[in-house]
């Protein structure tokens, strides 16, 4: 298995950067990561002077997958996540939902052990690990890391985690997959702009589906299949999300276009996942075994 350690960093998504990694169709790879802040906060010494506004979202990469052409799928499944023993959240007065209550910048550095993330000595959450960006080359141009679009990127979905297969369009010779960004648990809607920012490796399995390009990411967990839309707005994201699964639904399946409306409308479930980046995440989720009945068999 091959590694990738995080001295290979982009802050930007691009058919133009070279690959730091080349992997075989098939091929499992771990990817060390830093956490959001390039791990600045981490230090007990550290304060808010220490970031460094241009280091925000490194994402290690970009992996060259031989085989992966524009008009394939990637798919991408996340076999292990492994944190660090310490995370760091903030708040700032000009980022966030709730931006106008916070007075300062403040953080709160978070040991994490044994499965629990120690916010106070009153309070210990579960750790839920999950990738917060994950993607391959746009189309054109480049693209911030910290935004996120049909090329996946900074999706900052939950559902993100051990056991889930994302599912990239392949747009650019090798797809060049690059992540980063991990938490240790998070929110949905990440309102204050943090989850819990964690450094860690990824370990992941990349596998190439010939002529299978969907033009937006699925992600698919051992109970749900979901599509992620990333607009300006959160509106402008939940109506691309309700399209985007029932084209899957319909193309994927044996649904009739009315049969998938009606099984979206009874059984499917809109969530934000993040409020905070430059564009605005949402998913459409539906339990697989709906659309197991209907013949969905997971490429």
Not at 10 to 35: C, F, N, R, W
Not at 177 to 200: K, Q, W, Y
């Amino acid at each position: 298995m091959k590694k990738l350690n995080r001295d290979h960093v982009i802050y930007t998504m691009s058919g133009q950067h070279a690959p730091v990694l080349t992997i075989k169709d098939g091929e499992t790879v771990t990817v060390h990561t830093y956490d959001c802040f390039r791990d600045r906060l981490v230090p007990e010494d550290s304060s808010f002077d220490s970031l460094r506004f241009d280091e925000l979202n490194p994402a290690t990469g970009p992996i060259f997958v031989d085989g992966a052409e524009p008009g394939d799928t990637l798919k991408a499944e996340i076999l292990k996540i492994s944190l660090a023993d310490m995370g760091v959240t903030e708040i700032d007065p000009d980022f966030g939902c709730l931006a106008r209550l916070v007075k300062a910048p403040a953080f709160k550095r978070l040991p994490v052990e044994d499965g629990k993330i120690r916010f106070s000595s009153r309070l210990s959450l579960d750790q839920k690990p999950m990738i917060g960006v994950i993607g391959v080359a746009p189309a054109d141009g480049e693209i911030p890391t910290d935004t996120p679009d049909t090329h996946g990127g900074n999706m900052d979905c939950t559902q993100i985690g051990e056991g889930a297969s994302v599912y990239f369009p392949v747009c650019a010779k090798g797809a060049l997959l690059s992540l980063g960004d991990l938490h240790a648990c998070m929110g949905d809607g990440e309102i204050g702009g943090c989850g819990v920012e964690i450094a860690g490796e990824v370990t992941l399995k990349l596998t190439v589906i010939p002529g299978c390009r969907k033009p937006y990411p699925v992600v698919v967990t051992d109970s749900q299949v979901m599509a992620v839309a990333s607009c300006k707005t959160v509106d402008q994201a939940w109506e691309k999300a309700v399209e985007y699964l029932h084209d899957y639904m319909v193309t994927e399946t044996d649904l009739t276009s009315d049969e998938a409306i009606m099984l979206q409308s009874i059984a499917a479930d809109l969530s934000i996942c993040q409020t905070v980046n430059p564009n605005k995440t949402v998913r459409m989720s539906i339990p697989l075994k709906y659309l197991e009945a209907y013949g969905y068999r997971q490429k």
